[in-house]
């Protein structure tokens, strides 16, 4: 049985004891935020998913720069992709960089 939550069961508050003591004797994993190599490895994935190829300093760029999250991750390479389309460019660090920079900003879709 696979239990996902955004808390530890001792943290759950359940009345029932029985079940109680069954959640504390469970293991339990904390997934962590991606580290460098793996955010690089899944931005590449992405962007070969796409059948785009990118130079290894974009990548390196956006590990530095964007939010450690798979989502993030999805997004950034989906606009990137997106953005090169409708310019009919590569997509560069300087490309990158105006992605992430309208990401900090905030701007809804990322309209740049």
């Known amino acids: 049985l696979l239990l ?5 069961p001792s943290a759950w ?3 029932l004891p029985d079940l109680a003591s069954r959640l504390k004797a469970a ?8 580290d460098d190599l793996l ?4 931005i590449t994935k992405l962007f070969a998913d ?10 390196q760029y ?3 720069r964007i939010e450690r999250s798979l989502a993030t991750a999805m997004r950034v390479v989906e606009r990137l992709d997106r953005t090169a389309l409708e310019r009919k460019t590569p997509i560069t660090r ?5 992605t992430v920079s309208a990401m900090d900003e905030g701007q809804g879709e990322f309209e740049i």
Not at 39 to 42: D, E, F, I, K, Y
Not at 50 to 59: A, D, L
Request: charged share 25%.
């Open 62 to 64: 956006l590990v530095r």
């Open 27 to 34: 293991a339990t994993v904390e997934i962590h935020e991606p």
């Open 13 to 15: 508050g359940v009345g």
């Open 39 to 42: 955010l690089a490895g899944v």
């Open 50 to 59: 796409r059948q785009i190829e990118v130079e290894p300093h974009v990548v």
């Open 94 to 98: 300087a490309l990158a960089a105006e």
């Open 4 to 8: 996902t939550a955004r808390r530890f």
